[in-house]
């Protein structure tokens, strides 16, 4: 008895960290990440990178991708907070993985790493698809930049490219300047422009095309200039986080250690803005950075505190909300003057923002427009890089009762005058008509 | 024990009644069956199915009173309801009539208080068949106040029965008709007796029974236009009277100031056009009463002759002036769709697609005058010789009351119910006058064989007949005759007022019942089955979209917030739900999402053969919505004019939205042997697009018999 007690303590011990730091509203940071790899050399060839996830607390669990032992959920619970596929030659994914469980994946607010590289699958492609990028159709494509390539020991290659045209958003890439260029090396790719919700992070510049470098230019490239994207975003609606690039390498410990001198510049740097740059985006994917959320949402008549169930129109009343930005290991409270509500029907009639008191408490009081119906507080927060936040609550407001309106009102007088002098003169006149004979 | 049959009979003999007392009796116990046959002849709905609301309007009706029983009346009149008309909501207190819901609650707050422990439902149910009883003893003392006793006793009788009046108030109709029809002729009869006395009392009768019709039913605009436009005729042909004057104006004084509290109708008794013929007739009133009084001054014929012509088109011409710089100024409203439709019937077709959509409001086909009023359709035109014959102040009126609701009755479908009082009525006294001529004449001719007199018992007219009859030969058989003959005739209708209400007017509409294969009763009990879906598996602040018929019953039995509904105050609203249900499905989601649609519900009658379902209604979304957005063009759902829904229809028929949502997935289904998949029973042909494909929307719930089909709209694709 006394041995089973000691193995149940011991497995809660051990399970009890890892059941508790997964992800949840309260603790949006991802915490058990897969990765998926097509051989073990990734693992030791991109260690710096895992390492750096590994040092912010991420439990990495590295599968082949064609293992048939991996699976993404087991008994309708998922198993892992985050998906990182580093298998860009994979035709076919082990166990019960496919596209569909992908997409699954981040249609239930997980969140996915993709690096392709050039000949990167149909699987691949297809996953980056449903995200809502095309990477070029030429499998053996690669993005070639004769003006904005790095300068490297083979003369001529120019598919190594540094760029530096970054998203300029201190939520995704973080506030630290980039000094480096960032090496690129890979498979260039183009939003779908049907697509409103993903984001070039890092774009070619507008001297780059993407043609197989080994063969002659026969026809126009398809991609080109900073139509082509090197690295891009997605935040989906459930604010699940999908990063896309077309090139694995760039993850790579010799990446992140080389020296990059971009051509025309003079600058040489001793470290190429990969390490710097990934990492930031990782905190960005992983909900380190830029994750909102708003609670205690409360309105109430100006001078009460207990939420009616409806409001009357012409009501004074007063709406707050609680915002707080997730800091990876704390909530912390926004602060921002862009917080806007609407008093909503069919169309915002009433359109505010919302004054903060420097501690997350943004509110607002307004009057209710002199029109009934069913109306919505809304609150819908879209800024680049964080979480989008869509409030709305329904409210009906109802017109005055019959006994809410002014009772006296002085032009009415005339007409109580006009009633009662009638009336008096009725009974005058039935009198003396009744008497005075 | 010797002494007692001696008592028995002297018991017996006190009893015994004179005539007079007999002919009470017989009457009251006439008036008794009938009152009691008026009710239970309405029970068939309630035998056949259950104690339940019918067809549409009476669920909002039921609603409101529920909300009345809880929630007492001051919240009623001021109840807001925001799950009707979303997201613009209904003020409810203010928009309907209340006279039914309080009368039900009256009755209601009655018997719990004589410590019967009964639902509002079954009020409700039964508010319809008891108010009917009640007008059997309205027309009844209407039939004695115009003719004689015995016409109201015949009256009392024809419309206890009468299909016309029992379309609206079966069990389980609680709809405003129902009371309305009672406050009606109510109304009516004490506007005759004050007419016929003079009396100050039975005109404010009067004005108080105007006042519970204008609480009661919209129909009320009838009475205020009839009387007055009785009134004029009056005039006209020289019956003016001081009875008459009385009657009018304090009818019409206290009628108006007590129908101005009903907040549904407020000032429009004189701010509406539809009220300004009243008005005018209580100033021309005022104008004779004065030129009565001058000619009583005057002596002086030829004077007063000019002064009359003076006066007179002084007076029209301030009327006319008054109106005019009324309508202009915009103090007094135009007409009203309805009221112009009921005046020219082809206005609506052209003007008001709502109002000509609803099959209700359609004309009459003389095949339903049959139907509701069988032999009073030929007892009508000689009820109205009898009045001819005999003019009063009374029979001028039900002349009129009759003449009047036939060519409304004739306009409108759902009028025939306000024909059938008068009909009943006009017919009774055809009836009774025959039958009491034929009978005195048998009696007088017996009296002519016994005593040898030529006195006959009736007036001197009966007695000239019975004088010229006894020349003819057969005199006595005829008559005989032509009384079998018309007993025969009333029994046939008696027999065909009790297959129709069984038949057609006992449905509740909510359950539908067909014939099976083998002759046995099938019930399709699909609607409801829809809306407790509703109810138990949507949240509690979902909205449902559907066309507008069926927004009251997912209120009521759904208990889920509506976009339109019967009370169809916005057409815009209608139109846009139209729009979106005839436009392709991603023209369609927009409008679906701006109006935050959870669930889309249409009727389907395809797999059962139901025939008023949504897609054979299509045609009024079109034009409603097209009436209102006119990108939606009806002749793009049509092929050569033709409505068809087979392989044949327009392409944008085959794919707007109300198709696809009406024939998913019913390319699959085998709905009759020997027949193709797909095979749409209703219409009666093989659908054109089998292969329907839903974007933005996902099948929820289909009833058994597919009549009502439920669908969610899917949220945003997450990642696009």
Not at chain 1, 41 to 55: E, P
Not at chain 1, 194 to 211: C, D, E, G, I, Q
Not at chain 2, 59 to 80: A, H, P, Q, S
Not at chain 2, 614 to 620: E, G, H, R, S, T
Request: glycine fraction near 6%.
């Amino acid at each position: 008895m006394g041995k089973f007690w000691v193995i149940f303590v011991a497995s809660i011990s051990i399970l009890l960290p890892f059941l508790c730091n997964s992800f949840s509203p309260e603790t949006p940071t991802d915490r058990r990440v897969l990765v998926l790899l097509d051989d073990f050399a990734v693992k030791s060839s991109h260690s710096s990178y895992f390492n750096s996830l590994k040092l912010r607390g991420f439990d990495l669990d590295f599968k082949l991708a064609d293992d048939p032992k991996i699976a993404l959920q087991r008994y309708g619970q998922y198993l892992y907070d985050a998906l990182i596929l580093f298998c860009p030659s994979v035709e076919r994914f082990g166990g019960s993985v496919d596209v569909a469980a992908i997409i699954n994946f981040v249609d239930s607010g997980h969140d996915l790493i993709i690096a392709a590289d050039v000949n990167a699958s149909d699987l691949i492609r297809e996953v980056a698809t449903e995200c809502g990028v095309d990477f070029d159709e030429d499998p053996s494509a690669m993005v070639i930049d004769h003006t904005g390539y790095a300068v490297s020991e083979t003369e001529g290659d120019h598919t190594l490219i540094a760029s530096d045209d970054y998203i300029k958003s201190d939520v995704i890439i973080g506030s630290k300047k980039i000094e480096a260029p960032v090496l690129f090396q890979g498979i260039g790719h183009s939003l779908n422009p049907v697509n409103s919700l993903v984001l070039k992070v890092l774009s070619a510049s507008p001297s780059a095309y993407s043609a197989n470098p080994l063969s002659k230019l026969s026809t126009p490239p398809l991609l080109t200039g900073s139509a082509i994207s090197l690295v891009s975003v997605v935040q989906a609606r459930n604010n699940a986080r999908i990063l896309i690039t077309g090139s694995l390498s760039m993850f790579s410990n010799r990446f992140f250690r080389s020296g990059v001198q971009k051509s025309g510049s003079s600058t040489k740097y001793e470290k190429s803005g990969n390490e710097q740059f990934l990492t930031e985006l990782s905190k960005w994917i992983f909900h380190e950075r830029g994750h909102l959320k708003a609670v205690n949402v409360k309105h109430h008549k100006v001078g009460e505190t207990d939420e009616p169930a409806l409001y009357r129109i012409n009501d004074e009343l007063e709406y707050s909300v609680e915002i707080y930005e997730w800091s990876g290991t704390s909530w912390e409270p926004y602060v921002t003057d862009d917080v806007q509500v609407q008093f909503y029907m069919m169309s915002p009639y009433v359109l505010k923002t919302l004054s903060n008191d420097k501690k997350g408490l943004y509110s607002a009081s307004f009057k209710v427009p002199d029109v009934y119906g069913v109306f919505q507080f809304k609150v819908e927060y879209q800024k680049l890089g964080y979480t989008s936040l869509s409030l709305s609550k329904q409210i009906p407001v109802r017109p005055y009762r019959h006994n809410e309106y002014e009772r006296f009102i002085p032009t009415a007088y005339p007409y109580y005058g006009a009633a009662f002098s009638t009336m008096a003169g009725f009974f005058i006149f039935s009198f003396v008509h009744l008497y005075n004979k | 024990m010797a002494t007692m049959p001696a008592s028995a009979s002297d018991l017996l003999k006190s009893f015994k009644l004179k005539t007079k007392q007999q002919e009470l009796l017989i009457r009251v116990s006439i008036l008794c069956l009938v009152y009691i046959l008026a009710f239970i002849t309405r029970l068939f709905s309630v035998l056949r199915y259950e104690s339940m609301i019918h067809e549409f309007d009476p669920y909002f009706n039921y609603r409101t009173t529920l909300y009345l029983t809880e929630n007492g009346f001051y919240d009623f009149w001021n109840w807001f309801d925001y799950e009707s008309w979303y997201p613009l909501g209904r003020i409810v207190g203010g928009t309907l009539y209340p006279g039914l819901m309080v009368t039900a609650v009256l009755i209601y707050r009655i018997l719990r208080f004589l410590r019967f422990a009964v639902h509002i439902r079954e009020v409700c149910v039964l508010t319809a068949p008891f108010f009917a009883s009640n007008t059997t003893l309205v027309a009844y003392f209407f039939g004695k106040e115009i003719w004689d006793s015995g016409a109201g006793l015949v009256a009392a009788i024809l419309i206890a029965v009468c299909p016309g009046y029992i379309s609206r108030s079966v069990a389980g109709s609680y709809d405003n008709e129902g009371v309305a029809i009672f406050a009606l002729l109510f109304t009516f009869y004490v506007f005759v007796k004050a007419v016929n006395t003079g009396s100050l009392a039975w005109s404010l009768a009067s004005a108080f029974g105007y006042f519970y019709m204008v609480s009661a039913w919209g129909g009320y605009v009838f009475i205020i236009n009839l009387i007055p436009l009785y009134v004029l005729v009056l005039l006209i042909t020289g019956r003016y009277s001081m009875r008459l004057y009385v009657a009018y104006n304090c009818m019409y004084i206290l009628g108006m100031l007590l129908a101005m509290q009903i907040r549904f109708v407020g000032f429009q008794h004189v701010q509406s056009g539809e009220h300004m013929a009243a008005m005018g007739v209580f100033f021309l009133m005022q104008v004779f009463y004065f030129l009565d009084w001058v000619k009583h001054m005057l002596s002086d014929t030829k004077l007063f002759q000019a002064f009359l012509r003076i006066t007179v088109t002084s007076a029209v011409a301030v009327g006319g002036i008054a109106l005019g710089l009324g309508m202009v100024s915009g103090y007094i409203s135009p007409w009203t769709g309805r009221f112009y439709s009921l005046l020219d019937p082809t206005y609506a077709k052209d003007h008001i697609p709502i109002i000509a959509s609803v099959s209700e409001h359609q004309p009459t086909a003389w095949s339903s005058f049959m139907f509701d009023f069988h032999i009073l359709l030929f007892l009508f035109p000689a009820g109205l010789y009898f009045c001819f014959k005999r003019l009063s102040d009374a029979t001028i009126f039900i002349v009129m009351y009759g003449l009047t609701s036939m060519y409304f009755a004739g306009v409108m479908v759902r009028l025939i119910l306000v024909a059938t009082p008068a009909v009943c009525l006009i017919s009774a006294i055809a009836v009774s006058a025959t039958v009491k001529n034929l009978t005195v004449l048998l009696r007088s001719k017996n009296k002519v064989v016994q005593t040898g007199s030529t006195k006959g018992s009736g007036g001197s007219k009966s007695s000239s007949k019975a004088l010229l009859d006894q020349s003819q030969p057969f005199q006595k058989n005829g008559a005989i005759a032509l009384l079998f003959g018309a007993f025969y005739l009333l029994s046939r209708y008696a027999t065909h007022c009790t297959w129709v209400t069984s038949e057609a007017y006992s449905s509740p509409s909510i359950v539908l019942a067909a014939r099976g294969a083998h002759g046995n009763r099938v019930i399709f009990d699909d609607y409801r089955e829809a809306y407790f879906w509703l109810r138990q598996n949507t949240p509690q602040d979902a909205k449902v979209m559907s066309w507008w018929d069926y927004g009251y019953q997912i209120t009521a039995m759904g208990n889920r917030a509506v976009i339109v509904d019967n009370n169809t105050w916005n057409n815009t609203h209608i139109a846009t739900v139209g729009r979106a249900m005839s436009s392709y499905e991603d023209e369609a989601i927009e409008i679906i999402r701006s109006l935050d649609v959870d669930y889309v519900l249409v009727v389907f009658g395809g797999v059962t053969g139901y025939s008023s379902d949504d897609i054979n209604k299509f045609l009024w979304m079109v034009r409603i919505g097209g009436g209102v957005f006119p990108v939606i063009k009806e002749p793009d759902y049509l092929v050569n004019g033709e409505y068809r829904v087979d392989k044949g229809a327009a392409p944008k028929m085959l794919n707007c939205l109300m198709y696809k949502l009406c024939y998913y997935r019913f390319g699959e289904m085998m709905t009759e042997y020997g027949k193709p998949p797909g095979y749409d029973r209703a219409r009666g042909v093989e659908i054109g697009n089998k292969d329907v494909k839903l974007e933005h929307l996902e099948e929820a719930f289909t009833t058994s018999n597919w009549i009502v089909r439920i669908y969610r709209v899917k949220p945003p694709n997450n990642r696009w």
